[in-house]
């Protein structure tokens, strides 16, 4: 799934290149990825776009008086072909928006079911994802409070408060994992019991692990962002090698229906979590 320094890659990418642009055309291939029945993608057809934004994980097209926000869901993404280039093979094409200058944005979904999204809005806070994110750890005025303030003290899983969007916004399952771990925090602990230096230690290592991931993304052609997140991975989808800290065995567990990484050694006191 993309996270918030992919999906900021993205936006950049994107931004450079739609600005000024004139949709002419719209097709769309998958009905079920519009998710605003009452306005249609060919709303867009005619406008300019001023701006291309994040949300979360969510990419905001702005047009003069109305806006496109992509979610991307767990496999969804964005393919861009230049102005006489021919489409590059790829992942089933949802929807596409021609430009006047004939260049090609396509939206994509990998997934064996649709979960990439497409809502046409008047401002992205009609969409209730958008409307609901918590605080961006990217944001400048996130501070240690707002992210106490995200925490809550709660009895709950700390890798679970640092997925949920209305929480915290931008951070799956891969991030999660390498910030718990450069804190050396078990995903498991519920926040509650974090201590103050816990909380220190997990606040800095949220937000320069995402920072700093969106550093090292830039630049970074979009259809290659994936190859490199993963590469860039120190512990996330590395169970079974030795950990970069210690050079313990990271470990696999179960975690929400999907699989998560951690080191026994760095973050559990040497308990093994359920696989």
């Known amino acids: ?88 093979p790829g992942p089933p094409v949802l929807a596409s928006l021609t430009f006047d200058d004939g260049a090609l944005m396509e939206f994509t979904d990998a997934g064996g ?11 992205p806070t009609e969409v209730a ?26 009895r709950k899983q700390i890798k679970a408060i640092l997925q949920e969007q209305e929480s915290l916004a931008g951070i799956g399952n891969a991030y999660s994992d390498e910030a718990l771990h450069a804190a050396k925090v078990s995903p498991v602990a519920h926040a509650s019991t974090l201590s103050d230096e816990d909380t220190d230690r997990l606040y800095a290592a949220t937000t320069s692990t995402v920072r700093d991931a969106i550093a090292a993304r830039r630049g970074i052609p979009i259809d290659r962002l994936k190859e490199s997140k993963v590469a860039a991975m120190r512990v996330h989808g590395r169970g079974g090698e030795p950990c970069p800290v210690c050079g313990g065995t990271i470990r696999d567990f179960r975690f929400g229906g999907t699989q998560a990484q951690y080191c026994p050694t760095c973050q559990t006191a040497g308990v093994l979590l359920p696989s």
Request: glycine share 10%; charged share 25%; no cysteine.
């Open 113 to 123: 079911w649709v979960s990439l999204g497409l809502s046409i809005v008047g401002a």
């Open 1 to 88: 799934m993309p996270e918030s320094p992919e999906v900021q890659a993205l936006v950049e990418f994107l931004d450079v290149r739609t600005l000024g642009r004139v949709v002419t055309a719209v097709d769309l291939l998958e009905f079920r990825a519009v998710k605003t029945r009452a306005r249609p993608l060919a709303d867009v057809v005619g406008a300019r776009v001023v701006a291309v934004q994040r949300f979360g994980k969510h990419v905001d097209v702005a047009f003069d008086d109305v806006h496109l926000v992509v979610s991307l869901g767990r496999h969804g993404w964005v393919r861009w072909t230049e102005p006489g280039e021919e489409p590059a």
């Open 129 to 154: 994802a958008i409307a609901g994110l918590g605080p961006d750890p990217v944001d400048p005025a996130f501070t240690r409070e707002r992210f106490v303030g995200a925490l809550g003290g709660r």
